[in-house]
């Protein structure tokens, strides 16, 4: 068990049956009764975001998350496969495990298996990876410094708002946290 006073962001715990992830917390001392902690929780298992207050002092068990390299195979339907590098074994996965990250993974990219209980809760996504554009609307010539965005769509399916000097083959990098557009890679 863990106290209100332990709390850091990145830190798992559980809660009400559910894991969740400490997005961000603030103590507050409201002028009267005792001091809360204002938290914001990412539900591992879902993806949700929820704002929750504790009591200060409350406790709360903690959660270890194991870890584990794996590299994204392919893909067969609603089922994603993923290899064990040092034992070659594959793991099967469905798609309501992966999140939105599924729209961001392309064959061989390295990835970060998550396991509670030796029971597989979810995946994560290197923070930045390097897409090639399939398809997007011709831009203006000399526009670069505009901050107009166009749609492309990207080798792996996903759709994400680009700048207008994008073309058709250029390589990206996206940010896998939030689905946006970083730089051109």
Do not use: C
Not at 46 to 57: D, H, L, Q, Y
Not at 99 to 118: M, P
Not at 145 to 167: C, D, H, M, R, Y
Request: without cysteine.
């Amino acid at each position: 068990m863990i106290s209100t006073a332990d709390f850091r962001n990145g830190m798992s715990i559980e809660y009400e049956g559910n894991i969740y992830s400490i997005v961000e917390f603030q103590h507050h001392k409201p002028g009267k009764g005792g001091a809360i902690v204002r938290t914001k929780l990412k539900n591992l298992h879902t993806g949700a975001v929820i704002n929750k207050p504790f009591r200060s002092g409350d406790k709360v068990e903690r959660a270890i998350i194991e870890k584990e390299k794996k590299q994204f195979l392919y893909k067969d339907g609603n089922i994603y496969y993923f290899m064990d590098s040092e034992t070659y074994e594959q793991i099967p996965l469905d798609v309501k495990l992966l999140g939105d990250g599924v729209k961001f993974l392309k064959e061989n990219l390295e990835i970060e298996l998550l396991k509670h209980k030796n029971s597989i809760i979810g995946v994560e996504l290197p923070n930045f990876v390097d897409l090639k554009v399939t398809y997007t609307e011709p831009g203006l010539r000399g526009d670069r410094v505009s901050s107009a965005n166009k749609p492309a769509t990207l080798e792996t399916g996903a759709l994400v708002q680009v700048p207008l000097f994008i073309e058709i083959d250029d390589v990206l990098r996206i940010d896998t946290r939030t689905g946006e557009y970083i730089q051109r890679a």
